[in-house]
């Protein structure tokens, strides 16, 4: 089992290691580019993104993307 040691404390194992990065400020980089994929991915249902050609495909990728990181910075 692996994890943060704020969770790991909860668990009795012998067989659990502590993720330990050298920047922790890479986790919480990693949770804003989820919580902004999950919101984005909500804007898009209903598109039919494989009705797009590839380039207007990931046009409509990066507006949904935008919105939600401009969204996220003015919060």
Do not use: W
């Amino acid at each position: 089992m692996e994890g943060r040691a704020q969770t790991l404390d909860y668990v009795r194992t012998p067989h659990r290691f502590t993720l330990v990065l050298p920047d922790p400020s890479i986790i919480g980089q990693r949770r804003a580019a989820q919580r902004m994929m999950a919101a984005a991915l909500t804007r898009l249902e209903g598109t039919d993104l494989n009705a797009l050609g590839s380039a207007e495909e990931a046009a409509e990728v990066k507006a949904a993307l935008k919105v939600e990181l401009d969204k996220m910075a003015a919060a």
